[in-house]
């Protein structure tokens, strides 16, 4: 099946940095979702993109729909303890089709 | 409100044992889905249901059964449970317009097979 790749696998800050993560495919897709589960919990879902070049931001949250369709980008600014969790990256390759979810990138945040 | 709930929150069974994993959802949402989650795999869809009685498979859906008799609840059967079914299994709902793609999440349950 299509396969979504998410870098870095994981990562450890200190608090109030800020944070970049990716995720990528060989496919082009027209939708990207972002979600975060913290642990012992589900994933909970932060943004959607539905277009190329798309700009969306959720309180200190920020996630871009890359511009060849083959990738999508998260950032995180100025980091708190709370956002220690995994986020995944979710694509749809065509409307109506169900999603692929990335492995996931694991955040730490130290204090 | 409760959203949605999954029971049990932990299972341990055996080999071979059939295994019934529960998903409750109190807003009538329409879809709902069954995912299983492994280190290194993500999320991986195993099926999902767009409205009572109609069901389709996903990714992985072999060796699961699932019906959806009323629109709250949506449970997964392992029939005779094996040792790659050991898992995280995910239970997500999301409405029928047209934001059907943000799914909502319950805790997971946490299935081990000895």
């Known amino acids: 099946g299509q396969q979504l790749n998410q870098s870095p696998q994981s990562m450890f800050i200190q608090e109030g940095e800020d944070v970049s993560m990716n995720c990528t495919s060989s496919?082009?897709?027209?939708?990207w979702l972002w979600y975060k589960q913290d642990p012992g919990e589900g994933p909970v879902l932060l943004i959607a993109?539905?277009?190329?070049?798309e700009l969306t931001s959720n309180g200190r949250l920020t996630a871009q729909f890359g511009i060849t369709r083959k990738d999508s980008f998260l950032n995180i600014s100025a980091s708190i303890p709370s956002d220690v969790g995994i986020y995944f990256c979710?694509?749809?390759?065509?409307?109506?089709?169900?999603?692929?979810f990335g492995p996931g990138t694991r955040l730490s945040v130290l204090p | 409100d409760a959203g949605i709930t999954q029971s049990p929150r932990y299972k341990i069974t055996e080999t071979g044992r059939q295994v019934t994993l529960m998903c409750h959802q109190t807003?009538?949402?329409?879809?709902m889905f069954w995912y299983r989650q492994d280190l290194g795999h993500g999320l991986r869809l195993i099926y999902y249901?767009?409205?009572?009685?109609?069901?389709d498979k996903g990714e992985v859906p072999d060796g699961y059964v699932v019906s959806r008799s009323k629109t709250e609840n949506f449970p997964l059967t392992l029939e005779s449970a094996t040792r790659s079914q050991t898992s995280v299994y995910f239970c997500?709902?999301?409405?029928?317009?047209?934001?059907?793609?943000?799914?909502?999440f319950g805790p997971g349950t946490r299935l081990t097979v000895t």
């Open positions: 997500a709902s999301s409405e029928s317009d047209g934001r059907w793609y943000e799914q909502y």
């Open positions: 496919s082009i897709f027209n939708t």
């Open positions: 993109l539905y277009k190329a070049g």
């Open positions: 979710a694509g749809q390759l065509k409307y109506g089709q169900n999603f692929v």
């Open positions: 807003w009538s949402h329409s879809y």
């Open positions: 249901s767009a409205a009572a009685d109609i069901t």
